[in-house]
T-cell receptor, first 112, second 114 residues
Framework: GQQLNQSPQSMFIQEGEDVSMNCTSSSIFNTWLWYKQDPGEGPVLLIA?????ELTSNGRLTAQFGITRKDSFLNISASIPSDVGIYFC????????????FGKGTRLHILP | ETGVTQSPTHLIKTRGQQVTLRCSSQ?????VSWYQQALGQGPQFIFQ???????GRGNFPPRFSGLQFPNYSSELNVNALELDDSALYLC?????????????FGPGTRLTVL
């Protein structure tokens, strides 16, 4: 089945630093999604990408849909304490059930 | 906040028991998807319900079943619970009727099987 390889697994950074994480797949997706999950909560959609090559920003977050449709990256600029959490990439097949395939997540820690 | 609610928040069961988890979708949404998230993993698709019918299923055994009601709320039922069923169960609702709809997740139900 489809699998997503998300890296890194975890990151320890200083407040104010930029962050970069990425996701690769053996399969092509029609849509790439980036979610953030805080403890005790469900994933919250940060950015959705619908077109190969698309670069989309949401505040300090920027994500790109790879040209091959098999990869995506997420950048966070000037990190702040509330950025702490787990970030998931996900691919969605525009299909009968639109199921989302998630990566294993990148756990972001911010050092004071 | 997405408007998707789930109950209960936490649940403890023993092996072999049965469990029912509930999800109320966001207003106006007629599609509910269920996911299982094991500790340290990303969510995995269980199945989706669209207008009260199962609309797709992931790689889960038949003891995982579901229902969707006329008001589009949904239940996930798991029979003959196993220890590996311990996980966070998430439901997500979407508008439905068009492929590629954005799915909005609820906070989840944490199930522990002893």
């Amino acid at each position: 089945g489809q699998q997503l390889n998300q890296s890194p697994q975890s990151m320890f950074i200083q407040e104010g630093e930029d962050v970069s994480m990425n996701c690769t797949s053996s399969s092509i997706f029609n849509t790439w999604l980036w979610y953030k999950q805080d403890p005790g909560e469900g994933p919250v959609l940060l950015i959705a990408l619908y077109k190969a090559g698309e670069l989309t920003s949401n505040g300090r977050l920027t994500a790109q849909f790879g040209i091959t449709r098999k990869d995506s990256f997420l950048n966070i600029s000037a990190s702040i304490p509330s950025d702490v959490g787990i970030y998931f990439c996900a691919g969605q097949l525009v299909d009968r059930d639109d199921k989302i395939i998630f990566g294993k997540g990148t756990r972001l820690h911010i050092l004071p | 906040e997405t408007g998707v609610t789930q109950s209960p928040t936490h649940l403890i069961k023993t092996r072999g028991q049965q469990v029912t988890l509930r999800c109320s979708s966001q207003s106006g949404h007629n599609t509910v998807s269920w996911y299982q998230q094991a500790l340290g993993q990303g969510p995995q698709f269980i199945f989706q319900y669209y207008r009260e019918e199962e609309n797709g299923r992931g790689n889960f055994p038949p003891r995982f079943s579901g229902l969707q009601f006329p008001n589009y709320s949904s239940e996930l039922n798991v029979n003959a619970l196993e220890l590996d069923d311990s996980a966070l169960y998430l439901c997500a609702s979407s508008l439905g009727g068009a492929y590629g709809d954005t799915q909005y997740f609820g906070p989840g139900t944490r199930l522990t099987v002893l």
